[in-house]
């Protein structure tokens, strides 16, 4: 059995964000591609891919707390974990009502991790790569207000919640690209 240490100083700490950073790109497109196919009508496989999602940036977020925990960022990692948490449940359960349900839920999630995703990044600048972080953060917040906004459409569609999911993997993409940089640099 191996266990995950954390890595000692920047340039360690930085090594170990770029690899979770290309996880999570790869997990986005893919779980993207996927959920584009079912963007119309709630099914049983789409809801377990909802679920999933938020599932996902909980173990992303205990391997990040392993990570980073010489960055300080730890405390507010674990906030994210019982928020998305919290969130993986509320889809779970929302998708028994529908898709308005579930973009309601989706979006109060995006709006709180999004903040918890910009309060971590700012004071990683220090790392490198952590402008397109602070970006998709603030992003985060937005487009989890238009989820929430779009729940009350006529005929609304999880196709913007699903598209949400790329550009936050390009964001994990450049990051990820930008923190080689920095740990070689450092």
Do not use: C, H
């Given at each position: 059995?191996?266990?995950?240490?954390?890595?000692?100083?920047?340039?360690?700490?930085?090594?170990?964000l770029r690899r979770l950073y290309f996880v999570r790109?790869?997990?986005?497109?893919?779980?993207?591609?996927?959920?584009?196919?079912?963007?119309?009508?709630?099914?049983?496989?789409?809801?377990?891919?909802?679920?999933?999602?938020?599932?996902?940036?909980?173990?992303?977020?205990?391997?990040?707390?392993?990570?980073?925990?010489?960055?300080?960022?730890?405390?507010?990692?674990?906030?994210?974990?019982?928020?998305?948490?919290?969130?993986?449940?509320?889809?779970?359960?929302?998708?028994?009502?529908?898709?308005?349900?579930?973009?309601?839920?989706?979006?109060?999630?995006?709006?709180?991790?999004?903040?918890?995703?910009?309060?971590?990044?700012?004071?990683?600048?220090?790392?490198?790569?952590?402008?397109?972080?602070?970006?998709?953060?603030?992003?985060?917040?937005?487009?989890?207000?238009?989820f929430v906004a779009s729940a009350g459409a006529d005929?609304?569609?999880?196709?913007?919640?699903?598209?949400?999911?790329?550009?936050?993997?390009?964001?994990?993409?450049?990051?990820?690209?930008?923190?080689?940089?920095?740990?070689?640099?450092?």
């Open positions: 059995m191996s266990t995950i240490t954390a890595p000692s100083g920047i340039s360690g700490t930085a090594s170990a790109f790869a997990f986005a497109i893919v779980w993207a591609l996927v959920m584009f196919t079912m963007t119309a009508k709630l099914s049983p496989l789409g809801i377990v891919l909802l679920v999933l999602y938020p599932l996902f940036d909980v173990g992303a977020a205990v391997v990040d707390a392993r990570s980073s925990r010489t960055t300080g960022s730890s405390a507010l990692l674990y906030v994210n974990m019982a928020v998305s948490l919290v969130a993986a449940v509320g889809v779970g359960i929302a998708g028994a009502s529908g898709i308005p349900a579930v973009l309601r839920v989706w979006g109060a999630w995006a709006i709180v991790s999004g903040l918890v995703q910009l309060i971590v990044a700012v004071p990683r600048r220090k790392l490198g790569g952590q402008w397109p972080m602070i970006l998709s953060g603030g992003i985060s917040v937005l487009a989890g207000a238009s005929n609304p569609m999880l196709t913007s919640a699903v598209g949400y999911a790329v550009p936050g993997g390009i964001f994990f993409l450049v990051s990820a690209l930008r923190l080689g940089r920095a740990a070689r640099e450092n």
